[in-house]
């Protein structure tokens, strides 16, 4: 069993910055990727955010297409988000999950809400 933990999230105004993490844990083995997803009230779940086991592979939504940036470390199992200029259309919660071996595990989520 693989265990996700995210943290990071919080109330910033527009404009602003935060850093999310997501940490690994459990039955991780061999190669898997990671990815951001997000929900904001009322909506379905929504990709964000991708990044390969070499993490020389990217991919993003085009919402936030130059103003995020994902990245991982593969000692570490985490992988994060950067998450600059964001909007108050940010608002959600935001999911990571690992896919491996055709199985995929997801977080809690941390709520991210962006508002003066």
């Known amino acids: 069993q693989v265990e996700l933990v995210e943290s990071g999230g919080g109330l910033v105004q527009p404009g602003g910055s935060l850093r999310l993490s997501c940490a690994a844990s459990?039955?991780?083995?061999?190669?898997?990727?990671m990815n951001w997803y997000r929900q904001a009230p009322g909506k379905e779940r929504e990709f964000v955010a991708a990044i390969s086991w070499s993490g020389s592979s990217t991919d993003y939504a085009d919402s936030v297409k130059g103003r995020f940036t994902i990245s991982r470390d593969n000692a570490k199992n985490t992988v994060y988000l950067q998450m600059n200029s964001l909007k108050p259309e940010d608002t959600a919660v935001y999911y990571c999950?690992?896919?491996?071996?055709?199985?995929?595990?997801w977080g809690q989520g941390t709520q991210v809400t962006v508002s003066s």
């Open positions: 459990g039955s991780i083995f061999g190669i898997y990727s």
């Open positions: 999950n690992l896919v491996q071996a055709g199985k995929t595990s």
